[in-house]
């Protein structure tokens, strides 16, 4: 159905399938947000400025630091290129605090993200993934545009314990 939307132009349906996507394992959605933020494009409703810096632009940074550096460029670069003024604004200015000694994205609100950081400290990678299970009831979404905590992708210690079966899983829980 959100393909469908998207096909009409409705510009909501490609943030959450782009969202929706992430989670299922597939990066193949990335160049939506390209064209969706791109300079000259009017997004048919408000972007959540939140939810953007605080979930997707970490996770698109890390998509950039993992992908290869040739044949094609990443989804941040060419924001940073070709995104509207204030999208750069939004990404200049979460490069900068990156840059900071001891920055760490947040997994989403504070029950959340202190759940998570708890499971990444004292469990071993077997037990890990039916805590952090039980730890998504206590997520909550920033917004009506926020659909999943991208934010898990970005440590590599929670990106690996989601497989898209599990992203599925995610995806279908009840949450907070």
Avoid at 127 to 150: E, G, K
Wanted: proline share 6%; aromatic share 8%; glycine share 6%.
């Amino acid at each position: 159905m959100l393909k469908e939307a998207s096909r009409f132009g409705r510009d909501r349906a490609d943030l959450l399938l782009f969202q929706m996507s992430a989670m299922l394992g597939h990066t193949d959605q990335d160049n939506r947000l390209d064209h969706l933020l791109g300079r000259g494009h009017h997004l048919s409703w408000p972007l959540d400025e939140a939810l953007f810096t605080a979930e997707i632009l970490p996770f698109l940074f890390v998509q950039h630091q993992r992908s290869r550096h040739w044949g094609t460029e990443s989804t941040v670069t060419g924001l940073m290129k070709r995104g509207s003024d204030r999208v750069q604004q939004l990404i200049a200015d979460y490069r900068k605090r990156s840059a900071e000694p001891g920055f760490q994205p947040r997994f989403g609100n504070p029950e959340f993200d202190t759940a998570v950081r708890a499971i990444l400290t004292n469990s071993s990678p077997d037990d890990a993934w039916p805590l952090l299970h039980d730890a998504i009831s206590t997520w909550q979404p920033m917004s009506d545009d926020h659909l999943a905590p991208l934010t898990l992708l970005t440590d590599p210690r929670t990106a690996r314990l989601i497989t898209p079966e599990r992203g599925r899983e995610i995806l279908s829980m009840r949450r907070g």
